[in-house]
C-alpha cells in the first residue's frame, strides 16, 4: 500500500465556529493534527480546507494545504476534491480520511487503520475500541459498531455489519465505540462519493452506513482507547487539560 493522509477541515463548524483554529496550548488545534499525523510517518499529509484563512495557518507552519469548494456537503467530499489536486496520477492507492478535531490522537492509531486491507476483500477500513461504560453507552454521540472480534485476539480485525447511535447489539457481551477514522482504497472512496445519500444514513445521520447499504465491506481494528474529539467548548477545555497534563508527564519524563 501507498497510503496518503488527508485531513478535511472547515470553519463552519455548528456548535463551535471556528473550531480548527481554536487554540491548544499554543497552536491551534488543526495543528496539533497536523502534527500527530506526520509523525505516523505512514505518508504524506495534505489539509482539505474551504478557507483561505485556514490553508495560510497551515502553510505558514510547513504543511499542505489544499482549497476545496465551500459548497461541498461532507468531509468525505472534501478528501476526493483535495486527492484529486494533490495526487492526479493515482499513486496514492489507499486514503486516510483524519478528522481534524482530533488533536490528542496517538499517531499508531492511523497505522492501525490500514490493517482491515491486508484483506483485498475489504473496501474501507475504520476502528474500534471498547466501551468503557453505561454513560458513553447511552450517549447518542458516541456512534457504536456492531462486530465481533475473537476473544484471544486483543488487537484484531472485525466486520463491522451496522453503526448507530444506538448501543448494539443487544444483550450480554463488549460493546464497541467506532473511532471515525477511515483508510479507504482509492477505488472505494471515489465509488462511496459518488453514491446518493442512503436512507439508514439519513436515519441515524452516519455517513459510513452508505457503504453498508450499497455493499461495500468495512473492516474494523480493534484499539484499545477511543481518542477524544472536540465538538464542542466542553470537549475543548478537556482538550485542553488534557495536553497540559500530556506536557506534564512529558516534563517528567
Request: charged share 25%.
Amino acid at each position: 500500500m501507498n497510503p496518503i493522509i488527508v485531513i478535511p477541515a472547515r470553519m463552519a463548524s455548528v456548535r463551535l465556529p471556528g473550531k480548527p483554529l481554536a487554540m491548544i496550548g499554543d497552536r491551534p488545534m488543526i495543528l496539533h493534527v497536523l502534527a500527530r499525523a506526520r509523525a505516523a510517518d505512514i505518508g504524506p499529509v495534505i489539509v482539505a480546507v474551504s478557507d483561505r484563512d485556514l490553508a495560510c495557518v497551515v502553510q505558514d507552519a510547513g504543511g499542505t494545504a489544499i482549497l476545496t469548494d465551500p459548497a461541498l456537503p461532507s468531509g468525505s467530499d472534501r478528501v476526493w476534491q483535495a486527492l484529486g489536486h494533490a495526487d492526479p496520477d493515482g499513486r496514492h492507492d489507499v486514503v486516510i480520511n483524519l478528522q481534524g478535531d482530533l488533536p490528542g490522537l496517538d499517531p499508531r492509531t492511523l497505522g492501525a487503520a490500514l490493517r482491515p486491507l491486508a484483506d483485498p476483500r475489504t473496501d474501507i477500513g475504520t476502528l474500534a475500541a471498547p466501551i468503557a461504560d453505561a454513560d458513553e453507552a447511552a450517549r447518542d454521540s458516541v456512534v457504536k459498531v456492531a462486530c465481533a472480534f475473537a476473544d484471544d485476539d486483543p488487537h484484531g480485525i472485525a466486520r463491522a455489519l451496522y453503526f448507530s447511535r444506538a448501543a448494539i447489539p443487544w444483550g450480554t457481551g463488549p460493546l464497541w465505540h467506532h473511532v471515525g477514522i477511515y483508510a479507504y482504497r482509492r477505488a472505494a472512496l471515489a465509488r462511496f462519493v459518488g453514491l446518493p445519500e442512503s436512507a439508514l444514513e439519513r436515519r441515524e445521520k452516519l455517513e459510513q452506513l452508505r457503504a453498508l447499504e450499497a455493499g461495500m465491506t468495512i473492516g474494523c481494528c480493534r484499539i484499545d482507547h477511543a481518542p477524544s474529539g472536540v465538538d464542542t467548548p466542553d470537549d475543548l477545555a478537556r482538550a485542553r487539560r488534557a495536553l497540559t497534563q500530556e506536557g506534564q508527564r512529558g516534563g517528567e519524563a
